[in-house]
């Protein structure tokens, strides 16, 4: 199964969304958005702009 974006609703009312991989496990979530719509704008703009994003490590390791 491919992963997913799932938008939920907090006791705020705010909305997030979270990225849940194949397997159920969440691995990423948005900040808050005061609208579903503006939630769906986000998923949109993960799409747009992370399909071939760089990892940037900012540990001093």
Same mark, same amino acid.
């Given at each position: 199964?491919?992963?997913?974006?799932? /938008?939920?609703?907090?006791? %705020?009312?705010?909305?997030?969304? $979270?990225?849940? #991989?194949? $397997?159920?496990?969440?691995? #990423?979530?948005?900040? %808050?958005?005061?609208?579903?719509?503006? #939630?769906?704008?986000? /998923?949109? %703009?993960?799409?747009? $702009? #992370?399909?071939?994003?760089?990892?940037?490590?900012?540990t001093n390791n």
């Amino acid at each position: 199964m491919a992963g997913k974006f799932v /938008i939920k609703k907090g006791e %705020s009312g705010k909305f997030h969304f $979270n990225l849940v #991989a194949g $397997n159920g496990q969440v691995i #990423a979530t948005s900040q %808050s958005y005061h609208s579903k719509e503006s #939630a769906h704008e986000g /998923i949109e %703009s993960v799409r747009k $702009n #992370a399909p071939d994003a760089i990892v940037e490590d900012e540990t001093n390791n």
